[in-house]
C-alpha cells in the first residue's frame, strides 16, 4: 500500500468518526411534545391586607419544544383555563379562572448519554376570567382584579430516553403572576400567585 492511499484512508477514517455523532444528532428530529402532570404550589403572597390566597392542584400540561441545534430548543407550555377557589384569611370568597401559557428558550445538556438535562428561561402571559365574588363580599367591596398578567419564568429539568426517541420526564418552574385587586374601581394592592410547577410526563421526539 502507497504511502498516499494510506493517508487518503486515514483522512477518510478520521472524517467518518468525527461525522459519526453528527449523523446520530441528524436522526433526531427537531419537535419534542411532551405530556405532563404538574402541581400548582402558589407563593399566595399580597399587599392588600385581605390575605388573599388560591388553593393548590394538579393540572395538566402540554408542551411542544423545536430544537434549533442539539443543545438549544425553544418550548411553548400550554394548559386549557384552570378553575380556582379564592380565598380571604382563609374563607371563601369567590373563584376564578387562570390561562397561564409560557415560553421558555433552553440549554440541553447533550453529553450524558440517554439523561439529558436542560435548564431555561423566558416569559409567561396569564389570562384571568370568569371572576366572580360571593354575593356580600361584591356588595361591599365592588372587587375586581385586572385580568392581564405578564411575568418571567425561569426552568430546570431533565429527559431520559427510555426508547428511541421517547422520553421521561421531569421539570420544575418557577412562573411570575401577580394582578393588581381593585375595589370600587381604585387600586388597593397586588395579589401575587407566583407559583412553583413541578411536573412529571412523557415525551415524544418526532
Known sequence: ?????????????????????????????????RLRAVHLDSANKDSTGLDLSINDKVIPEVDVSYFFTPEFAAEL??????????????TEIG?????????????????????????????NYTRFSSVEFNPAVQALLQPSIEKNSFGLAAQLGADYEISKGV??????????????????????????????????GVGMRF
Open 167 to 200: 422520553y421521561l420526564n421531569v421539570d420544575v418552574k418557577k412562573v411570575q403572576i401577580r394582578t393588581d385587586v381593585k375595589s370600587f374601581g381604585n387600586k388597593v394592592g397586588e395579589f401575587r400567585v407566583d407559583p412553583w410547577l413541578a411536573g412529571v
Open 95 to 123: 373563584s376564578l379562572k387562570h390561562l397561564p401559557p409560557t415560553f421558555t428558550l433552553q440549554y440541553h445538556f447533550t453529553r450524558l448519554g440517554a439523561f439529558k438535562p436542560y435548564v431555561g428561561a423566558g416569559v
Open 1 to 33: 500500500m502507497s504511502l498516499k492511499t494510506s493517508k487518503t484512508l486515514l483522512a477518510l477514517a478520521v472524517a467518518a468518526a468525527a461525522a459519526s455523532p453528527l449523523a446520530s444528532q441528524a436522526q433526531d428530529g427537531p419537535w419534542l411534545v
Open 77 to 90: 407550555v400550554l394548559t386549557y383555563p384552570q378553575k380556582h377557589k379564592l380565598r380571604s384569611g382563609g
